[in-house]
């Protein structure tokens, strides 16, 4: 049976997009989570809503807005040491909450 090019190419992209997750989801294995699930880790870059983060032996992205809102470049510098708590999502981590070295909230 052969399919239409719009058929072939619908199926094309459902493969994409499926290795697409499973990559992401391979890859987010390796970045532990401490004793109370959150991703201990060096801020590397930090954008107005986002920040990325070395944990373990890889670099993390982090969607920061629910957090920090736009202003994590305000709150969060590059040599920070903080503890994010996220969720995986395709492409990064949606972070619920972001502590600094010292236990607090590090967008107040």
Do not use: H
């Amino acid at each position: 049976m052969k399919r239409s090019v719009p058929e072939r190419v619908a199926a094309l992209a459902v493969v994409a997009v499926m290795s697409l997750v499973v990559t992401g989801c391979v890859a987010g294995a390796k970045f532990p989570r401490n004793d109370e699930g959150g991703f201990e880790g060096t801020v590397t870059s930090v954008g107005q809503d986002n920040l990325r983060m070395d944990v373990g032996d890889g670099n993390m992205w982090v969607d920061a807005w629910a957090v920090c809102g736009d202003n994590t470049s305000q709150n969060i510098s590059v040599g920070d040491e903080i503890l994010v708590f996220a969720d995986r999502e395709l492409f990064s981590y949606d972070a619920w909450r972001i502590l600094d070295a010292d236990g607090e909230p590090a967008c107040g």
